[in-house]
């Protein structure tokens, strides 16, 4: 047991992770005394490493690929938000030693858009959404919960598409992937969440041509932080909002938690984490 607070994130692999960057950053910012590590946990140690953490004085973990989906079975207590997205992202650890699970993907979500276009509604308009993994879950669940009036989602494979509508309802309604580009005119926010134009992968390439100039546009990918579709969405005059906000933002709620301290997502944030 150590006299400090400790965090850190689970994931195998996990070197690849840029949480332990943000979150240490986070505490050398504000002069906490606690910790932040990068912890490679397999399937079968998921569960016995969980439990074992509260002992050796953490407080909690963010959790990645590929156990966001099997720590729900494993936590105690699920928030709504972690229930209706069927993955966790952020775990604390009660004093009891129970798991509290939330997902807090959504939430950097809606502040990275809030923060990178300043004065952007999701009851503005329609939001046009690319792809229907886990990520465009995150994604629907908050656009819901801000209030957009109508979901556009668009998938390759359909079928998962319209199972995302059995869940969350009513107000999305699916264009074909071939006919994507055709519903741009009537977004106000367009939001990539598929693995398209990420660093060495497939580019993403949509007709941008209906896009209207002022339209809020943003991509999950990161890497590159400027993608083709961001700078095409640019060109045609559009908010243009990169990715690397909503990991950043994502991380606020646990470590608020964790440490007590509300921390800042800025711009020395972001170099620090890029570099
Ligand atoms: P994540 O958790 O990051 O969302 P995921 O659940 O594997 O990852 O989802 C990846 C998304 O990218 C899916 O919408 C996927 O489309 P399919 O459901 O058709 O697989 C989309 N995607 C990945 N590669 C694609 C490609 N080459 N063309 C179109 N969509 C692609």
């Known amino acids: 047991m150590t006299d400090f607070p400790r965090a850190g994130v689970i994931g195998n692999p996990i070197s690849h992770s840029l949480s332990p960057k943000l979150h240490g950053h986070w505490l050398r910012r504000y002069g906490i005394n606690g910790s932040y590590d990068a912890l490679q946990v397999t399937e079968d140690g998921l569960e016995r490493t969980l439990r074992s953490l509260p002992a050796q004085g953490y407080v909690g973990v963010n959790v990645t690929l590929p156990h966001k989906v099997a720590v729900l079975q494993i936590a105690d207590q699920l928030t709504d938000r972690a229930t209706l997205i069927g993955a966790a992202n952020t775990l604390t650890f009660k004093d009891d030693g129970r798991i509290f699970a939330d997902n807090t993907d959504g939430y950097g979500f809606l502040e990275n858009l809030r923060q990178g276009a300043p004065g952007w509604d999701a009851k503005t308009g329609p939001a046009v959404v690319f792809g229907a ?46 006919q994507a580009g055709s519903v741009l005119s009537d977004a106000a926010t367009v939001v990539n969440t598929t693995s398209l134009g990420m660093k060495g992968g497939q580019e993403f390439r949509v007709p941008l041509d209906g896009l209207r100039s002022g339209t809020v546009v943003t991509d999950i990918v990161y890497t590159p932080l ?50």
């Not at 990520?135 to 989602?153: F, H, K, M, W």
């Open 226 to 275: 400027r993608t083709k579709f961001l700078d095409a969405a640019a060109e045609k005059g559009c908010v243009t909002v990169d990715g690397l906000g909503m990991l950043l933002h994502q991380g606020v709620p646990g470590f608020e938690r964790w440490f007590g301290k509300r921390p800042e997502v800025d711009d020395d944030l972001r170099r620090v984490v890029l570099s």
């Open 133 to 178: 993994g886990g990520a465009a879950r995150a994604v629907l669940v908050s656009l819901i919960e801000a209030g957009v009036p109508e979901i556009i989602l668009t998938n390759r494979t359909r079928p998962k598409a319209e199972s995302l509508r059995a869940d969350f309802g009513a107000r999305i309604r699916i264009v074909d992937w071939v």
